[in-house]
């Protein structure tokens, strides 16, 4: 069983940063892809970034240039740096490893 506890969320205005953190349980965190993924309020969850047990990422489209997602496998933990936040970033934050998710942390940009 992987527990996955992200933090980092909050409330920030339009421009503004956060940087997210999700903690990963288990031994074998680094050899599996990572992920982040949104669910903003009425909508469907959808992925926002990746990044391989290689460090290779990729972005969706909407936040290329603007997110960054990295790794720290010595401390079993994901990031999501975001940068030049829009209110359009508003949503419930989560991370995966494919299998198992987190419970999620908020992001609400306002404008």
């Known amino acids: 069983q992987v527990q996955l506890v992200e933090s980092g969320g909050g409330l920030v205005q339009a421009g503004g940063s956060l940087r997210l953190s999700c903690a990963a349980s288990?031994?074998?965190?680094?050899?599996?892809?990572m992920s982040w993924y949104r669910q903003p309020p009425g909508t469907q969850r959808e992925r926002v970034a990746t990044?391989?047990?290689?460090?290779?990422?990729n972005y969706t489209d909407s936040v290329k240039g603007r997110f960054t997602i990295s790794r720290d496998n010595a401390g079993n933990t994901v990031y999501l740096q975001m940068n030049s936040l829009k209110p359009e970033d508003t949503a419930v934050y989560y991370c995966?490893?494919?299998?198992?998710w987190g419970q999620g942390t908020q992001v609400t940009v306002s404008s």
């Open positions: 995966t490893n494919g299998k198992f």
């Open positions: 288990g031994t074998f965190f680094s050899l599996v892809p």
């Open positions: 990044i391989t047990s290689g460090g290779a990422t």
